[in-house]
């Protein structure tokens, strides 16, 4: 499975934000990397520059490559509704980002590996397809036979955020996806809009 495994200081200073998460070295550092990297950049940035950068954030931010990105942009395009509003829904539907957002992971990327190995199951079934798209009611949960795994257990433990959009039970490590986001309630950063204007070109 193809996926981004380089510097992830390096890139979250490149956007001046901790986009995959807690991050000492870039508090440290959060001015963009490079020789000249603390010193103020003379010029402004062309529009399609400023739109690039948005797009590559949102790819680095959900772990998605850009073949996998451009077809969620298809699909949203092809949807009814706002096309950068359902390109986020889509990226937040998917069952990687869910099993963050469930506090289950640390990270997106530490959710990734724990669908892939066979972890998490939807409905009652296995699923290690992290792309895998939620529907609203979908059952989310724990294998059984991983509950006991000390880097799930850890992850709950430090997990206090609470998203409207998920219900999560401790005890049984079983949520439901409840419903599409809204963006209002979709934290993320993301000029979705300057995207949208990218591919439109």
């Not at 956007?15 to 490079?34: M, Q, T, V």
């Not at 640390?106 to 895998?132: D, M």
């Amino acid at each position: 499975m193809a996926r981004y495994t380089g510097p992830k200081t390096k890139i979250a200073r490149k956007f001046g934000e901790a986009i995959f998460g807690e991050d000492k070295n870039f508090e440290k550092r959060n001015f963009p990397p490079g020789q000249h990297g603390n010193a103020r950049r003379r010029g402004k940035k062309s529009e399609y520059a400023t739109q690039l950068m948005e797009k590559q954030k949102a790819k680095y931010t959900y772990g998605i490559l850009e073949r996998q990105f451009s077809n969620l942009f298809k699909s949203a395009q092809a949807a009814s509704g706002i096309t950068g509003e359902i390109l986020l829904q889509l990226c937040e539907s998917r069952l990687d980002n869910v099993v963050y957002r469930m506090g289950v992971s640390n990270s997106r990327s530490g959710a990734r590996q724990l669908v892939s190995h066979r972890h998490i199951t939807v409905n009652g079934s296995i699923v290690n397809v992290p792309s895998y798209q939620l529907k609203e009611g979908d059952v989310v949960a724990v294998r059984e036979k991983s509950k006991s795994l000390v880097a799930i257990e850890d992850a709950l433990a430090s997990n206090s955020n609470v998203f409207e959009w998920l219900t999560w039970n401790n005890d049984t490590k079983t949520g439901t996806f409840v419903k599409v986001p809204e963006r209002l309630q979709i934290p993320e950063n993301i000029k979705e809009q300057l995207i949208v204007e990218l591919y439109s070109k």
